[in-house]
Antibody, heavy 114, light 112 residues
Framework: EVQLQESGPGLVKPSQSLSLTCSVTGYSITSNYWGWIRKFPGNKMEWMGY???????SYNPSLKSRISITRDTSKNQFFLQLNSVTTEDTATYYC????????WGQGVMVTVSS | DVVMTQTPPSLSVAIGQSVSISCKSS???????????LHWLLQSSGRSPKRLIY???NLDSGVPDRFSGTGSQKDFTLKISRVEAKDLGVYYC?????????FGGGTKLELK
């Protein structure tokens, strides 16, 4: 069974960086596209970006230069870093296989607050 | 960005009733390969999203045939026949044709 599991701090201070890990079991991240999606309070969902099977990345222009997605293929993990966070980055963050969304993690709620 | 407009934002339904959810995109979702990358997801309370249908009308494994997806170009519909309690939650349409991928605002299906 394929499983994705997010981990990381649930509270981040404004202006700091948000860092999350997605651990994937049962499927190699050297296949397909793996990324991050966030759901804001209410129902709005935002695609943040992905890292591909080859290691190339693509990011939502709305996040400009604040976002970075990297990976460790030896551990079958990929990572999200979002810099200079504000309270507007408060959301539940999901890792997922983002080529048509067949696989999702359970999500991690991140609050940005001082 | 492609704007995905879902209606209605919420639906109250009785068990056994049938419902439809509309999803309209601001641009055609037909990709250069001729395929349409419009998908439907369900997020049940306390759970992560789960894909039900991909590329307009293809049911994921294990999804009952009470669910059906139709549509083309910019206009899509999810129909649920004979709603069951486990169908409740928030439904999203999502497009991966255009960059960046975008989602509809969600339709909350709840019990009447």
């Amino acid at each position: 069974e394929v499983q994705l599991q997010e981990s990381g701090p649930g509270l981040v201070k404004p202006s700091q960086s948000l860092s999350l890990t997605c651990s994937v079991t049962g499927y190699s991240i050297t296949s397909n596209y793996w990324g991050w999606i966030r759901k804001f309070p209410g129902n709005k969902m935002e695609w943040m970006g992905y890292i591909s099977y080859s290691g190339s990345t693509s990011y939502n222009p709305s996040l400009k230069s604040r976002i970075s997605i990297t990976r460790d293929t030896s551990k079958n993990q990929f990572f999200l870093q979002l810099n200079s966070v504000t309270t507007e980055d408060t959301a539940t963050y999901y890792c997922a296989r983002v080529d048509s969304y067949p696989l999702w993690g359970q999500g991690v709620m991140v609050t940005v607050s001082s | 960005d492609v704007v995905m407009t879902q209606t209605p934002p919420s639906l109250s339904v009785a068990i056994g009733q049938s419902v439809s959810i509309s999803c309209k995109s601001s641009q055609s979702l037909v990709y250069s390969d001729g395929k349409t990358y419009l998908h439907w997801l369900l997020q049940s309370s306390g759970r992560s999203p789960k894909r039900l249908i991909y590329q307009v009308s293809n049911l994921d494994s294990g999804v009952p045939d009470r669910f059906s997806g139709t549509g083309s170009q910019k206009d899509f519909t999810l129909k649920i026949s004979r709603v069951e309690a486990k169908d409740l939650g928030v439904y999203y349409c999502a497009q991966t044709t255009h960059f960046p991928p975008t989602f509809g605002g969600g339709t909350k299906l709840e019990l009447k």
